[in-house]
């Protein structure tokens, strides 16, 4: 069975950042990519902005908030199964956030971006992290 480009998923990632680090969170092992490390996001709800998606997502999958920040380059991404338009956002926690929990991930990291090579990233991700670092290499004083 082919994938047609409108069978594509949209689907939001956060780069929550907090002290030149970055929050990852693992997969659980019974999911697609069981155990493999993602930025935290899902699926856009009809009628969502990806921002609107983005924060219903943070409140459901970390019980927190955050602050949106700026849009990374969006990429496509096709799995054997599915097709997934990645929305990725850096962001911050609220100021009135509760810290993140793992709601629906086994657990959850603040790493460097040097550490982000030490982990399993859902390969989707891979191009977010490669546009993430050259953000960041484009930014002083970081």
Same mark, same amino acid.
């Given at each position: ?36 490390? %993602? ?6 709800? !009809?009628? %969502? ?11 459901? %999958? ?29 962001? @911050? ?20 971006? !040097? %550490?982000? !090579? ?6 989707? !991700?891979?191009? @977010? ?14």
């Amino acid at each position: 069975m082919s994938l047609s480009p409108t069978a594509a998923l949209s689907v939001v990632c956060a780069l929550i950042e907090r002290e030149g680090r970055i929050l990852i969170a693992q997969r659980p092992a019974h999911k697609h990519l069981g155990l493999c490390w %993602e930025f935290p996001g899902g699926k856009k709800e !009809d009628g %969502e902005s990806s921002e609107q998606a983005l924060r219903r997502e943070m409140a459901e %999958e970390l019980r927190c908030k955050i602050q949106v920040l700026e849009a990374l380059p969006p990429s496509r991404h096709v799995y054997p199964t599915m097709v997934i338009d990645l929305l990725p956002f850096v962001a @911050v926690l609220a100021k009135d956030s509760a810290e993140p929990q793992p709601i629906e991930h086994l657990a959850i990291k603040w790493v460097t971006l !040097d %550490e982000l !090579d030490r982990h399993t990233l859902a390969p989707a !991700d891979l191009p @977010v992290v490669a546009s993430y670092r050259a953000r960041r290499a484009h930014l002083p004083g970081i």
